[in-house]
């Protein structure tokens, strides 16, 4: 057994980014405290070829140094855009035909792995490392999902919880 | 929909914890550059329950002030170890009946989520950030899984690549 040699990769180019079909999940990171997770989260979506990620609220957006350490580069690949109110992103992606799912745990969120539904086009929405998402969105979702958790925080850091959401639904749609 | 209160998540206390059957996997962090990094795998394998953390090389070990930034608590609650060198961390756990995962780009990686065979006890090995699994002791290792990826980097987070391993072997014995 050897390790695989950056060049045998399959690594594509930004280009070819650009040109390959995505997953039909955009992310919606909302009022996301640390410039840190935000830039992991790019590399993660360049990782499973996720649509787009849509920036609301205090979340810090590229340019910006400490995205781009986390990043390394993901933000080239990666499609994004800035809709400061994420009422008006959740608008516009429902006329856009997704179905909008938080991120959260509620009294009424689906299990992650259990029987999340094929929805078709999706837009999975995170918040606020200590806060969640806003209370006051939670009627505009279409569902929540939480990742199932035994221990003593049920907590996971935002970039994980997005990693492990992402590889989820990407593995849905091989 | 609302968002359930703190009391309503289920946690357990860390004495709890300490009693309760535990998944049979052991991570093994080699050589991680970053102390934040190891703080959140914490965090992860404290949310899945995840049997011990066997920490080798260069990697910070608890009590550490970036670690407990990112471990928000669960370096209490998650068994650990300190093993300087990994080749006496893999015999250890091969004695014990572990198989031994690499998780790593190789010529024969298993692709997370297609096959990754149910091997009973695992240890899952995450190498530094730079460089991954030390070639030294690639041929120590049972098997290595990789994550299939599909963008410009072919490269995750340490800590959310560890999230969505650790979320997969979870949900395999679930």
Same mark, same amino acid.
């Given at each position: ?67 781009? !350490?986390? &990043? ?5 690949? +990666?499609?994004?855009?800035?809709? $400061?109110?994420?009422? @008006?992103?959740? %608008? ?28 078709? !086009?999706? &837009? ?5 490392? +200590?806060?969640?998402?806003?209370? $006051?969105?939670?009627? @505009?979702?279409? %569902? ?31």
């Amino acid at each position: 057994m050897r390790k695989l040699k950056l060049e045998e990769l399959g690594r594509i180019t930004v280009e070819e980014y650009h040109t390959i079909p995505k997953m039909p999940v955009v992310v919606v990171l909302d009022n996301i405290r640390s410039a840190v997770n935000v830039g992991s989260v790019f590399r993660t979506a360049d990782a499973f070829a996720i649509e787009k990620i849509i920036i609301c609220g205090i979340s810090a957006t590229p340019p910006n140094r400490e995205i781009s !350490k986390t &990043a390394i580069g993901a933000t080239e690949s +990666v499609l994004w855009e800035y809709i $400061e109110d994420i009422s @008006e992103a959740i %608008l516009l992606l429902k006329s856009e035909g997704y179905t909008i799912a938080g991120i959260e745990q509620t009294d009424h969120s689906i299990k992650l792995g259990s029987v999340v539904p094929d929805v078709g !086009k999706i &837009a999975v929405i995170f918040g606020n490392e +200590v806060d969640g998402i806003s209370d $006051e969105i939670l009627h @505009e979702l279409n %569902l929540c999902i939480e990742i199932p958790q035994y221990g003593t925080k049920h907590s996971l850091n935002v970039s994980v919880c997005a990693g492990i959401v992402l590889w989820e639904l990407t593995k849905m749609r091989l």
